[in-house]
T-cell receptor
Framework: EAGVAQSPRYKIIEKRQSVAFWCNPI?????LYWYQQILGQGPKLLIQ????????DSQLPKDRFSAERLKGVDSTLKIQPAKLEDSAVYLC???????????????FGPGTRLTVL | KQEVTQIPAALSVPEGENLVLNCSFT??????LQWFRQDPGKGLTSLLL?????REQTSGRLNASLDKSSGRSTLYIAASQPGDSATYLC?????????FGAGTRLTVKP
């Protein structure tokens, strides 16, 4: 079974530039997550999709971050314009479904390491 | 709001030593607790998942325990090997919300 794919693996940009990350979840997984992991910290959830609908984006800085999952499969996360503090690893994960009292294991991709200069 | 803490932040041990990694959480109302491994430049790999009704889970040289009432979990690694070197993260799950600790960076020296 293929895992979660992410690209690019590394990206270096200057502040105020724009950047986009792509994620392809495990086939058949309805739920997709984007996490931000700053160096020395644990991952923090940015946005969760169930199929192509947003379940939770309470921690997404909506003035500069946006994400979409138009066909309920692949997803893109965009930052525009980037700030120095956006330097982090952006992890994508997927699970078969999600619910309040049901846990389905999340499988993580390798991440995209973003450096903002 | 759930807060998850892992101590120590870094640990270095000689090969063959048994070791314990600690994880504490502030809200005991969790559905489960999970331990992950993260290698440099890689994503997270799930190691052990403990349901709230369970006390421990074992996989090979790994044993994870859970004490909900005290808000603590430990990951025990027996007979450590250089290949165990990685960052280990714990995460709690409840109400569709997963919270991670900052991790413990483990180095096992040959």
């Amino acid at each position: 079974e293929a895992g979660v794919a992410q690209s690019p693996r590394y990206k270096i940009i200057e502040k105020r530039q724009s950047v986009a990350f792509w994620c392809n979840p495990i086939s058949g997984h309805a739920t997709l997550y984007w996490y931000q992991q700053i160096l020395g910290q644990g991952p923090k959830l940015l946005i969760q999709f169930q199929n192509n609908g947003v379940v939770d984006d309470s921690q997404l800085p909506k003035d500069r971050f946006s994400a979409e999952r138009l066909k309920g499969v692949d997803s893109t996360l965009k930052i525009q314009p980037a700030k120095l503090e956006d330097s982090a690893v952006y992890l994508c994960a997927s699970s078969s479904t999600a619910g309040t009292f049901v846990y389905n294991e999340q499988f993580f991709g390798p991440g995209t390491r973003l450096t903002v200069l | 709001k759930q807060e998850v803490t892992q101590i120590p932040a870094a640990l270095s041990v000689p090969e063959g030593e048994n070791l314990v990694l600690n994880c504490s959480f502030t809200d005991s109302a969790i559905y489960n607790l999970q331990w992950f491994r993260q290698d440099p430049g890689k994503g997270l790999t799930s190691l052990l998942l403990i349901q709230s009704s369970q006390r421990e889970q074992t996989s090979g040289r790994l044993n994870a325990s859970l004490d909900k009432s005290s808000g603590r979990s430990t990951l025990y690694i027996a007979a450590s090997q250089p290949g165990d070197s990685a960052t280990y993260l714990c995460a709690t799950y409840n109400n569709n919300d997963m919270r991670f600790g900052a991790g413990t960076r483990l180095t096992v020296k040959p």
